[in-house]
């Protein structure tokens, strides 16, 4: 079975795949003739694909995130590949394949990713700081083990947003030891729950948001965090003036560092901001890392990468 | 007596002011003197002035926001009018002067402003909407009659605050007339709840603001309003993700319209566009009246203004 | 008859509509065949549509600007609406239609608009400002009974700009009497003068914004206002250097605030800052007035908005 | 005599020199006493100073723009120069001196720049165009044998402004002659209008400015320039809307390039482009060589030269 | 035979062009089609065109940079012009057309560019600077004979970087004589070193550039050049830190004159300022020149310049 | 011996200090009375100090970057404190202080740093990687025990330069053990290379910046970095476009990001992503922590920091 990542013009090629998407559309022929546009995808990349001349029951038998069997022709559009159909059928339970092989996931398995921040909020010492923390992953706990860190940015995948979290505590950790002024309690705290109302902002299904929730852009992730603290607080009855609150509150408000990119305050406590560029680091190598894995390596340069100042980053090769 | 206003260079004068601030310092002599250095204020303005080689008991006698009697002259030192202190003692019962009338304050009285906020919250038609808002104006009730609206930038009086919203409900009246399809309800809510956290994010001592607070710095006044919003919905039993609860959030989180201004959401509803407007047009006309007033007569130009792309205004004159 | 509005995917629709542009072109298919491209408009909204196979004949018979009888299929192409005509014939006498049924106009006759303006222009009480103004509004009072006020971006329908300045007008009203220390005259002439040249910016047929004119590329309608403004001046005598006139250009030259949004000079005037915020209250509410009007009632958010920081805007609900 | 530019910390000298500036002021001690605060400058520089201990007819005898004889000291204050006077006089008659001789001027003289000017303008070929241009330099012919071009940002003294235009338009001919698809009457036309307003839009003194005028404040000299050319065209008889007219206003409009530097709209003609690169080149060539020229030669650097992105100028040195 | 920029809709014509692009692709039908997509060009313009029906000898006869003689079709697709090609067969020897004669290329030979620049060289009066602008030229002598000086932005044809080169040092002897004060030797250094790298960060053929290099893209032509200077000056024994060598490269290095636009330093030598705006003026009129070249005399504005402020261009006409 | 971090308003003490500057100036007074201007460092901070009435032994016996002894009292001028020197005599051998004791330096002794950093070369795999940094490190060998990384911005003590190369390789380390993908030789020798060309770019003693140099102003470190890897290669025979020599150039010449923040190109390796934020984690962490070590404990709030958007930080305190 062959992997979408390695797919090139004119391969003819069969395999199960996801239908990660899939719409019932009209040709400009006469009379208009109904395919379906589907995007193809597997856990090394994703592909659209048409399949012309879609029979009424072809209409009724696909539906998106269903996993079928596909024998294609891969071929050139406006300078991008796609797959022409030529046979399809739904997967069947005898094809013992299921849909997790087939979406992309963080190299760690989700339940041992939300353990770890289990782990991390058991060992908070401060109580009151540990109890405001539980309180808040308690919230989105069940989506936390598949949840995406970000539509299409990075770590827009299975698991990603526990996967990003724990590589930031990693980070964080390290930091710590290196500069010893720095509060752990606060700094694991800021790590866990500076995009904990991700899950909330974006409806995802399988590590793929299909869109924004209402409450995501009218209040988004930062201001809907900062709620949570101050509901923890008041179930909790911590003082919402307290030191702490307030830090945590400054800490999940200030982490994307400037008002344009959408925090309300800037960072002005020394977790605040470490807890910034602890971010902003483990974003953007996972982003580098991500383009690298899913380019063929027969290309010197990844696409374009939004988050990098749109430009595409090198192979590097040192021999020569 | 004479208005601090009205005082130009080489005049000597003698009345009733108020100490805004005071410090003792030292001269550069040898040895070093003390002195007295002040800022004197009443409700037309405000002149830095020295007392020269102040006495021990001089310095035992003064403090700050306290009313004295002033003979003194005024000089021009580096290009700034200040005032050379030639006699000074502390105001007396007996002289009849009471503080509230050397501050700058708002044209309307406080107690008829906050009436007039206390009306309108009862006017609001829709409960949840009305009771989250009278819950939010009653953790500043109190301050709400003397909070100024900015340390510096416009309304920076007592009553300030209050008169402000005073006049954002009259011009959110006249476009909800105008235009039907804002809702009232909502508009009204937006335009107490934007600025309410303020009298917390300042530390203010009539109407004149000395300092933020931690809060105000880690927090600010549009996360603050909206934890208050959360905090009234917790403890008044509404839902946290109910529609209501995510447009009053929505309006207050977004009233700055940019995120370099401090909004982490931009507007989003028909009433949070209306009110970021009403906010606006309303904050830059009345710097725009204050600095007329306080500029004496005999300037075609105010100073520069911050707020208005740091540009000075033209006293308008048709005569010509 | 269906309302463009109210068009779904599937549906089949009879009924009369504005050609609002018509294009001849060429199928890719071998021999390539002619079709018409045109986009099918009445006052509720727009659609694309293509006839196929066009004849001879249809191409003679059709053009832009006309009136049609359609029987047509709506579809979705590449995520967007468009209609394939099935019949189409030209509106004739008996069918009784009338073009400016079909465009998109203000709510108030465009009369009726233009003699409320007429009627300001008489009540200022200034000689010289209201004869500058009258002579003004003369050099395009014909196309201000049709002109729009923009060619997207907001008011961009048949008597348009009439609209703009009458709910201007009514705003400006209400803030001379909120704030008294502004001058009427000099801010209802400043209301009706801003956008005074835009009828000869822009090329309009019925509201609909062909192309910018070469004087509007070259100068634009801000510095013509202002030229507008001394010529005025010039031919009634009154000197060039005068407050009234220099006031007046200052107005219209300072009114898109920042020289970035196209204003030479930034508002250092009373009326100057209050002409910038009305225009821009007023544009914006518009903007989602309309945007939320043309949206179908189902859907809960409109399309972005470009001068709404290009957001989209949420249709507020408050069940829940 | 010792000009300024050679004056060094600690020097006593004697010379005439001309008071730039003069106030009254009074020193902080006790009683205060007054001084002259001063801006003495000559053709090669100016320097603060101060005569402490001023006497009653001290205070009479000196004034602003009055020449005047000095024995002074030159002191460090504040890492800056200024002048301790230990003697001064007003000039005589008999001094033979004169005031022109003390202030900074174009290399070559206002006559013949300003001959120069006349001789460009006789000498363009298109009717309409040259009485345009000849009508808008008659409106300040006497003021541009003296009008500096700026305040300080470059060009700023006695004939700067006719100097830049002279040597703008020997750039503009090499150009035309180098790109024959220029028109060459536009290029002069363009070059001479440019800033033709700045005379009335600031307030100068022997090339030297004062302050801004209310009308350069409120319209400034892009938009007065458009206006003139309007004013002409009235009082010429030419159309408005003619393409020559048209283009001169598009010159003048644009040759500030951007909005935020000015200009309502961006160049859109060749020459248009043209005249704001002769003008940039002239402009910032200038500022290095007047900072070369007013720097002591034993300094490397220039101070900061806000013109040029605020960085100081290197004397370039090629022995090493 | 009929240029390109003279094919209008639905014109059928014959002639011979350079293919400048060239690929196979794929039609949607069932079953797919192969066609030939590629790019007709000649000296005077560009138009994209289509073979439908390729057959298998089609698909091997043609090639990118191959000349062929056309016989075709002018349509409209998505309001572009394209080409439906009819017939088309290779040139042949018989058919005296040679490749050099269907591309854009400066208006003078380049041999006659490259001698004039040779001669430049010769003239420098400093010997090591002369050595330093000999050894780096030396390392693109050849590619200097074709390179373009740009991908698409100006003079980007054959022999356009020399072009560029030797207008810029026209303007640079006229300045120099204008300002004596400016160091000739410099300048015309600067100018011949500045875009000196541009050959080997681009790669090209024919003037026509494919793609940036990967030296281009990690280090860039502004870094490159330093870089050379810094091996001519060791290989040639000149010390590194001598002004000369610190003198060319910081003309190098500054020359875009803003760290956005790519120039890690800003000039701060009066030799560096002249030669940014030196480079800027002739790019920007030669990009106008180009675009009113290459723009149909019916149309009065040029297309959108992305280097003009992303504006269009009027053709000046000046009768009426 | 009282450390000038504790010195508070009114404090008379005696102690050692370092003249971190020293200038004669004169008072205001008549006649003018000389006095030193002086900043007394020690390692924990500095404070300005006047010693008033200077004799001419005084001015002949101290000088800039001496030891001193002074008895002193501490004032308060415009709201800063100074020093009011007392008493005050040289150092002498007998007191037995020395230098290094007064001046701020990195926690880590600079001969244990810049071993570190030999080992770190050493261990480099790659032969040519090795040899380029090790030519580099070479020519700033000795300046590197006590350069400092920067005139005031992060790390400005003795030392400084290392300490951040230092800690900044224990981070990589973490980095490349995290995400092995990242190119171990490669991200050492960036981090080394990075800042190499600091030590020229300025001009320090015993870590203390005086001045930018000549070619730090001219070139910049970034560019010199670039020129000192080619220098390297030609020296030791290394293609000057092999792939190492490339990416070692494409790391310094990145390391900044941004264009506006001097970078000519921006990162497009995994290694050039990696370097940006690590650089930019340890020298924003480092800011922290030395502002609130040098703010007196009983201050919540550190001075403004220019480099954390020039905000404050909070002193994280968690009880309450």
Known sequence: MTLIRQ????????????LKSLEIKQTNSTPPKDYL????????????????????????????????????LVQTYRDKLQVKILQIRPAKAEDGVKLTDFIRSAPISSEELVQT???????IADDEIREVVRF?????????????????????????????MVRMLELGDFLCNQRPFLNADLLKAGIILHDIAKPEEMVAQLGIVSEYSVQGRLVGHIAMASNWITEAAVRLGIGLESPKVLSLQHLVLSHHNLGEWGSPVQPQMAEAVALHF?????AKLQMVEDALNTTPETEEWTPLIRGLENKAVYRTKLQG
Chains 1, 2, 3, 4, 5, 6 share one sequence.
């Open 117 to 123: 921040i289990r782990n991390v909020v058991n060992g």
């Open 136 to 164: 808040c992953v308690g919230k989105v706990e069940e989506k936390l083990e598949h949840a995406p860190a970000a539509k299409t940015h990075h770590h827009a995948y299975f698991g990603g947003l526990a996967y990003h």
């Open 7 to 18: 797919l090139g013009n004119q391969d003819e090629f069969v395999g199960f795949y996801l």
């Open 278 to 282: 602890i971010d902003a680091i483990d």
């Open 37 to 72: 546009d589907m995007m193809l995808c597997d856990a090394s990349g994703e592909l659209p694909a048409k399949l012309w001349d879609a029979s009424p029951t072809d209409k009724e038998t696909f539906f998106p995130m269903g996993l079928v069997k596909v024998k294609g």
